[in-house]
């Protein structure tokens, strides 16, 4: 699976959109973008995932670049309980056997929400 | 509806003592995962379960680390004669579906956080 590359900290204003960014210039044609987040103390919880389109849900939006090489994770509004470590990674999806269904993740980016 | 569960939440271990963790993935789902998780570090893939059959186990560190699920369901880690080394955050996960063109979404659990003295 390809590496990404993440800043380790960002800090936000309460109320305003935190973008996440990730670089991921190795990825492959058939590697997608899955974004988690781990809360303090807690297990890591799934965002938001994407190929190449750009997507949307109720948690966040995800931004892939036409060359698919970066993306960014947008949190419209950015709560305090939205601080947590955010990982950005890249692995084929659909495989049934091996470890193509693990995922590795890095170190992440420590979102701080501030008032 | 209920999520993934395990037991204990937090475990305290002489060096050289086993040590089991339980987990409880989402009834009906079909793989299950386990990962460790080092502090300050993001959680690393240990073992990955398809119903009963354990597809991959090359992330276990040593032949100490053995994980079962022999009815497709829970599944239980076992660490054997554990070392200092072996505190950690252990985290399982569990899948609906072994196949998706869209992939799997992994639903994760608390962990169990494991300290060996």
């Known amino acids: 699976d390809a590496k990404t590359t993440q800043p380790t900290s960002m800090d936000c204003a309460e109320g305003r959109a935190a973008n996440l960014p990730c670089n991921h210039s190795?990825?492959?044609?058939?590697?997608?973008v899955y974004w988690y987040r781990q809360i303090h103390s807690q297990g890591p919880q799934y965002i938001i995932h994407?190929?190449?389109n750009n997507e949307t849900n109720e948690m966040a939006s995800l931004i892939i670049t036409e060359d698919r090489k970066s993306s960014t994770l947008i949190l419209p509004h950015a709560t305090l309980r939205d601080t947590a470590v955010y990982y950005c990674i890249v692995r084929v999806a659909g495989m049934v056997t091996g470890g193509g269904n693990k995922l590795t993740f890095g170190t992440g980016t420590q979102l701080k929400v501030e008032l | 509806g209920a999520g993934v569960s395990q037991s204990p939440r937090y475990k305290v271990a002489k060096r050289g003592q086993d040590v089991a963790l339980r987990c409880d993935p989402i009834s009906g789902h079909v793989s299950l995962f386990w990962y460790q998780q080092a502090l300050g570090q993001g959680p690393e893939f240990l073992t990955y379960f398809q119903n009963e059959a354990q597809l991959d186990k090359s992330g276990l560190p040593s032949d100490r680390f053995f994980a079962e699920r022999p009815e497709g369901s829970v599944s239980t880690l076992k660490i054997q004669r554990t070392q200092q080394e072996d505190s950690a955050v252990y985290l399982c996960?569990?899948?609906?579906?072994?196949?998706?063109?869209?992939?799997?979404?992994?639903?994760f659990g608390p962990g169990t956080r494991l300290l060996v003295l």
């Open positions: 190795t990825i492959s044609g058939n590697e997608y």
């Open positions: 994407g190929l190449k």
């Open positions: 996960a569990s899948s609906l579906e072994t196949f998706s063109a869209k992939g799997e979404t992994q639903y």
